[in-house]
């Protein structure tokens, strides 16, 4: 496949995510390349291009790509500490919002939805029915503050949380089974 050239959707253009309203797409090998390629890749995908054969991960039942997003995570996680550490505050921008992405994907995808957009993030969140306490407003700061290492520290309080929420909720539903 060609390189192509895909409009980013209004809905989801904000300058911590894309520095451009168009993005350059080519074929992708694999969910950890495709997470780490565009940011919010699926959802673009499938609005933009329609492909058949990028899966919707909002759609999986069976939650195979939550593990994946969750090591992702940690590996993200790993190098922004070390980042931190070394009070390399600048390298931290493009981490962080991959970090970001991450979280987001895990909170709408494992809801059963698609991150809608970002310009009305504050409105999807509030839709979905399983999240951390006061997310919207540790989100709002953390995207506008991705370099803090506050917004770090927030951010993995917010996977720790979510991640417990989670797994309770995925062991109460296969009890009720």
């Known amino acids: 496949m060609q390189a192509e050239f895909i409009k980013v959707p209004s809905a989801y253009q904000h300058r911590l995510f894309f520095s451009s309203n168009q993005i350059k797409f080519t074929q992708i090998e694999g969910f950890e390349e495709a997470m780490e390629t565009i940011p919010f890749i699926y959802e673009l995908t499938s609005l933009e291009l329609g492909i058949e054969g990028i ?3 909002w759609e999986d039942k069976g939650h195979t790509v939550i593990p994946k997003l969750l090591k992702l995570w940690e590996e993200k996680q790993k190098v922004l500490n ?3 550490e070394e009070r390399k505050r600048k390298e931290t921008k493009e981490p962080m919002m991959w970090s970001i992405v991450i979280f987001l994907n895990f909170l709408f995808w494992s809801n059963g939805q698609n991150v809608s957009g970002l310009t009305n993030l504050q409105e999807s969140v509030h839709s979905i029915p399983f999240k951390p306490i006061n997310v919207v407003e ?3 700061f953390i995207i506008e503050n991705p370099g803090q290492y506050h917004s770090f520290i927030q951010l993995s309080e917010l996977f720790t ?3 417990k929420q989670y797994y309770k909720q995925k062991l109460l539903s296969v009890s009720k089974k």
């Open 138 to 140: 540790r989100l709002g």
């Open 161 to 163: 949380e979510y991640k």
């Open 55 to 57: 899966k919707k991960p």
């Open 82 to 84: 070390l980042l931190f």
